[in-house]
C-alpha cells in the first residue's frame, strides 16, 4: 500500500511528455469510477446546448432537462449563475441525458435558488455547483423549526412507484446551502434504484437540518459507490444507510467533517467502508460516540449486516464501532466495483483538486475541512453568501460546422468528420492518450474539456484505462 501511495502521488505531482493514458473501456466518460461507471447518460443522442442563463425558456438549462425525451447531451456555451425560482427535474421517460457542465467557459455552470431532482434512469451529472441557499425554494418553509419541517433537499435521486431506476453518476460537482439533505437517495418499495456513483464531489454546509447524505431504500436501493468526496459542516448523516434489502454500499476515501454523528448504518446494510477520515470540528461540543455505528429503526434484521472495514480514521486515530457494528464485520469485500483504493494517510493530497472546473468556494471549503475548522451555519451569509461572478459566453462563431468540437481543437488535432468518428491516437502536449475504447471525438473534446484527460494523465488509474510512461508501465509496477 505504501508504495502505490508514493506511486500515485509522484505521478499527480507530474507528468512528463511521454506519459502515456491508454483508454481500454468505454465507460460514462473517461475515468468515471463506481458501481455507476457504466452510465451510458444520452451517449449517441441529440446534442443541446446551453445558450443563455435563464430559468426556463428556450436555450436554457431547464428547457433541455425537462422539454425532451430523447436520449441527450447537454453541453453549455455560457458560464454563470442560474437563479432557481424551483428545482429542474429529469422527469420519469425524460432520462437518458449528460449534462456536461464542465463544458462551459470560466466562470462555470452554478445553479442557485433551487435544487436538482433525478427520477429516471441513464443519468449523468456532471461539473456544476448546486447552492439553493438560504430562501431559496422551500414549500414547507413555514414549518421550519418544528418537528413537521420537511423541507427539499438539494440534491435528490428517488424512485417512485413502480419505476425501475438504473445507471446514475453525479460527478465533479460542488453541492451546498440546503435545507434537508444535500444528497438523498430513496426507493419506493414497489420501484428500485441501483447501481449509482457520486464520486468527486464537494459537499458542504446545509444551512436548516444539518444533514449530509441519506440513503433511504424500503429496502430497494442497492449498488452505490459514495467515493473521493468531501462532506463538511454537518451534523450528521456522513452517511447514513438503510439499504437493508441486500444491495452494496461501497463508502470509499472519502474525508468528512461534522459536528454530531459520523456513519450511521440501519440494521441489513452490506457496506464497504475504506480508507475514510471523520474529523470532528474544532470546538463543536459533544459528539455521539463511535465512528460506525450499526442500529435497530428499520426493517432490516441486524444478522443480516455485513461491513467491511478496512483503513479508517476519526480525529487521526483509528475509527471506531459500537457492539453491533463490531460483531458485524466481515473479512471480505463485499462489492469491489475495481476502484483504485488510495491510503488514508495520504487522502487530503488525492482530494485537493476534487469538485468542479471551476467554483469560486472549493478552495475555501476544501482548506477548512483539511483543517477540519467551521462550523454549523444557519445562512450562506456567515460564510460570506454567493460570491459575485461575472457571465461569460462562447463567440458566436465557435465550433467546426455541426461537430460540437471548437474549431481550433478540431484543426489541431486534424479531425474530420461530423465529430463522431473514432480517432485512436491522440496528443495533449504533455501527455497522449490511446483511445481503444471507442469515444467518439465529440467525447473526447468533452473530457479534455472537463480536465477528466488531465487527471487520468496524472494518476495511474485502473478504471478504465492504464498509464505507460516511455515504455515503463505505471500500473504493471503496482500491481
Known sequence: MRLFSILFFCLTAVFSQDTTVVLSQKLAFPGAMGLGKNTIGGRGGLVL??????????????????????????????????????????????????ILGGTAPDPGIHLRGAGFMIHDEEVILQGITIRPGRN????????????????????????????????????????????????????????????????????????????????????????????????????????????YGGGKLEIINNLFTFTREACGLFYGTKTDIIGNTWNQLTGSGTRISGTIRVISGSSG?????????????????????????????????????????????????????????????????????????????????EVGGFPTISSSSRPAVFYQGSTHIAADFYAQHNLSGDGTNVTTNWDFGTYQVVNNAGYTDREMYWAWLARDLDKLAGMASTDGGSINKGKSSIFGMIN
Open 49 to 98: 446546448h446551453v445558450t443563455n442563463l435563464n430559468d426556463s425558456g428556450t436555450g436554457s438549462l431547464r428547457d433541455a432537462v425537462e422539454s425532451y425525451t430523447q436520449p441527450r447531451v447537454i453541453v453549455f456555451d455560457v458560464g454563470g449563475y442560474i437563479d432557481l425560482t424551483t428545482p429542474i427535474k429529469v422527469r420519469k421517460d425524460y432520462g437518458f441525458v449528460s
Open 136 to 243: 431559496g425554494y422551500n414549500p414547507d418553509v413555514a414549518n421550519r423549526g418544528t418537528a413537521n419541517y420537511e423541507p427539499p433537499d438539494a440534491l435528490s435521486i428517488v424512485a417512485f412507484a413502480n419505476q425501475t431506476i438504473n445507471n446514475v453518476i453525479v460527478d465533479h460537482c460542488s453541492i451546498g446551502f440546503g435545507h434537508d439533505g444535500l444528497i438523498d437517495l430513496g426507493a419506493s418499495s414497489s420501484s428500485s434504484l441501483s447501481n449509482v456513483s457520486i464520486t468527486n464531489t464537494i459537499q458542504h454546509e446545509n444551512i436548516d437540518k444539518g444533514y449530509g447524505n441519506l440513503f433511504d431504500s424500503n429496502g430497494t436501493v442497492s449498488n452505490v459507490t459514495f467515493a473521493r468526496n468531501i462532506l463538511h459542516g454537518n451534523k450528521e448523516r456522513n452517511i447514513f444507510s438503510d439499504m
Open 301 to 381: 434484521v441486524l444478522a443480516n449486516t455485513e461491513i467491511y472495514s478496512y483503513d479508517n480514521l476519526d480525529g487521526g486515530v483509528s475509527a471506531t464501532y459500537n457492539t453491533e457494528a463490531s460483531n458485524s464485520l466481515v473479512a471480505s469485500r463485499l462489492a469491489d466495483s475495481g476502484l483504485t483504493i488510495i491510503s488514508s494517510s495520504e487522502l487530503q493530497n488525492a482530494l485537493s483538486d476534487i469538485g468542479p472546473k471551476y467554483d469560486p468556494q472549493k478552495n475555501r471549503i476544501i482548506q477548512a475541512a483539511f483543517n477540519h475548522t467551521g462550523s454549523l451555519i444557519q445562512h450562506e451569509n
